[in-house]
Nanobody, 122 residues
């Protein structure tokens, strides 16, 4: 299983950005939970958003609620990030986990993408 995150970049506060995460050939997000996490140097990787396959619901971290929207199709997941803030600066990781797992913990996921850097200047 390979997940490839992309779409990061250098942005200004207030900008919008869309991250993508593609599942490699013979890999899919169908039938699996999917999530986005982020990490800054010296800090633990933190939950951003997670979508449950079974009922389609999505959880968001309080810090991004109302600004970020997660979506998905069979082979990709996306994070539409609006009203970016400098504190959103991080490496963003996509992940896939079992459909009967939760979505908020790193341990809920067993496959991770390589990360894409998002930098937001003030």
């Amino acid at each position: 299983v390979q997940l490839q995150a992309s779409g990061g970049g250098l942005m200004q506060a207030g900008d919008s950005l869309r991250l993508s995460c593609a599942a490699s050939a013979r890999t899919t997000f169908s039938y699996y939970n999917a999530g986005w996490f982020r990490q800054t140097p010296g800090k633990e990787r933190e939950f951003v958003a997670g979508n449950r396959w079974l009922d389609g619901t999505t959880d968001y971290a309080d810090s991004v609620k109302g600004r970020f929207t997660m979506s998905r199709d069979d082979d990709n997941i996306y994070s539409q990030m609006n009203s970016l803030k400098p504190e959103d600066t991080a490496v963003y990781y996509c992940a896939r986990g079992g459909a009967w797992s939760g979505v908020r913990l790193q341990s809920d996921y067993n496959h991770w993408g390589q990360g894409t850097q998002v930098t937001v200047s003030s």
